[in-house]
């Protein structure tokens, strides 16, 4: 079982230009929760995707879109980027609202 | 709202000491609180967790945490660090929604460094 995988593991943007970061789920796992974690903060909660809908935003613009497939994997879409959207990106992946499975994240750095 | 604090920043143990992080939370229903740690490159591992029950709670790698209700506290303890512990550790509760494992609001984090 390969657990969580995120895709890539680091990337390089320009402000203003989109970015699309992808998860896949441990093996059985319906449920994919995208989190930002900043540098020196913790994790902080985007959205979560069930069924291929979202079933759940935090405090995030709408600049912030994701989207879920038929086999569970998801995308996390973020578009005019700007500097402040420099962080870790984790996915987490659960059965329902199950222990919740990180993955290694993707590095996004801004310039 | 619900909010994590952990109040120390870094942390610098011997090795073979004893460990103590703090946690206190804000919450206003019975909370379920959850202990992670992250260690450079790797995704964030579950240490325990508490939902209900024995406010002892044991988790894997010899840490536990106490609930105590009465401090709004989750602390975790190790009785005696190895030089593997040191990682940066997340306390977290689960917000409303979903029942037992919601989503997790995290505090800042406090940075673990082992002194040989």
């Known amino acids: 079982d390969a657990g969580v995988t995120q895709s890539p593991t680091h990337l390089i943007k320009t402000r203003g230009q989109q970015v699309t970061l992808r998860c896949s789920p441990k093996?059985?796992?319906?449920?994919v929760s995208w989190y930002q974690q900043a540098l020196g903060q913790g994790p902080q909660f985007i959205f979560q995707y069930y069924e291929e809908e979202e079933r759940q935003r935090g405090n995030f613009p709408d600049r912030f879109s994701g989207h879920q497939f038929p086999n569970y994997s998801s995308e996390l879409n973020v578009n005019a980027l700007l500097l402040g959207d420099s962080a870790l990106y984790l996915c987490a992946s659960s059965q329902g609202q199950g222990k919740k499975y990180f993955g290694p994240g993707t590095r996004l750095t801004v310039t | 709202a619900q909010s994590v604090t952990q109040p120390d920043i870094h942390i610098t143990v011997s090795e073979g000491a004893s460990l103590e992080l703090r946690c206190n939370y804000s919450y206003g229903a019975t909370p379920y609180l959850f202990w992670y740690v992250q260690s450079p490159g790797q995704g964030l591992q579950l240490l325990l967790k508490?939902?209900?029950?024995?406010?002892l709670v044991q988790g894997i790698k010899g840490f536990e945490a106490e609930f105590k209700r009465s401090q709004s506290s989750f602390n975790l303890r190790k009785p005696s660090v190895h030089w593997s512990d040191a990682a940066e550790y997340f306390c977290?509760?689960?917000?409303?929604?979903?029942?037992?494992?919601?989503?997790?609001?995290f505090g800042k984090g406090t940075k673990l460094s082992v002194k040989p």
């Open positions: 977290a509760v689960s917000d409303s929604y979903g029942g037992s494992q919601g989503n997790l609001i």
């Open positions: 093996s059985g796992h319906d449920t």
């Open positions: 508490y939902f209900s029950g024995d406010t």
